[in-house]
């Protein structure tokens, strides 16, 4: 009897990818099958990463890009991407501009609070936010992998974690973004600007007017702000960000 032997490759994963794959098939060593036509790329995207999450690869212990077309038999490697990430700005630019899909209003809102310019639509779909981040020039976040899968797409990150707290200390952790706390409306995402309490008192209830006199109103949408009832919890999402980055930026010791 004649067997035919298919012509596989061997791709190894960083232990970080391997969340991406199925539960029946979480091993860091694949053997996949080769054609000698799929990209290297593909050939990753064909295990489950999406290739905005593939970091670093080699071939054979040699550099290699993911439009390479590997041979029958290679040995290839894939780490994880680099923490911090770098993101292309632009000239007077210090962090990067975001896009959340609708799934991440709260991680949005949190975003927004630390200074960070996030944009968040909740009726958005997918291309419509493909297209808001490539023409704006801000990192799609997702927990989709079929929208980073998106060839159009110019820079996408997946979100790990499933609460608000973990979503944030993740996307931090890999971006590492200049903070400026209290400067964006949470609700739109617009600047806050100073205003002066005897403009804005006739706004206010009397119990607020009493008890703060530190006011900040949204250029965008007149949206007003004040330490509120919700400041110590504001503070020490603040004061845990910052904490976060300070590590980062430190780094190992």
Request: hydrophobic share 40%.
């Amino acid at each position: 009897m004649l067997i035919v032997v298919e012509p596989e490759l061997t791709i190894r994963l960083a232990d970080e990818l391997l969340m991406f794959l199925p539960a029946t098939r979480r091993a860091s060593v694949s053997r996949v099958a080769c054609d000698g036509t799929s990209t290297l790329g593909h050939l990753v995207e064909s295990l489950g990463v999406p290739l905005p999450e593939a970091g670093p690869m080699t071939v054979g212990g040699e550099p290699a890009d993911p439009s390479m077309r590997p041979a029958t038999g290679a040995d290839v490697r894939v780490e994880a991407v680099p923490r911090p990430q770098p993101v292309p700005l632009e000239p007077g630019q210090d962090a990067p501009r975001f896009v959340l899909d609708v799934h991440l209003g709260t991680l949005a809102r949190r975003m927004r609070l630390l200074g960070l310019d996030t944009a968040y639509h909740n009726d958005m779909d997918d291309p419509a936010l493909v297209v808001q981040a490539n023409e704006e020039g801000r990192v799609l976040l997702t927990q989709d992998r079929g929208l980073l899968r998106r060839r159009a797409l110019w820079f996408g990150a997946y979100v790990r974690g499933s609460r608000p707290d973990d979503q944030l200390r993740d996307v931090l952790d890999r971006f590492a973004p200049v903070l400026r706390p209290w400067t964006r409306c949470t609700a739109c995402n617009g600047e806050l600007v100073p205003v002066d309490k005897q403009e804005i008192e006739d706004h206010l209830e009397a119990g607020t007017r009493r008890s703060y006199d530190v006011y900040g109103r949204c250029a965008n949408c007149g949206q007003l702000y004040w330490r509120g009832a919700h400041g110590g919890h504001l503070e020490r999402i603040v004061e845990d960000a910052t904490r976060l980055l300070q590590s980062v930026q430190e780094g190992p010791r």
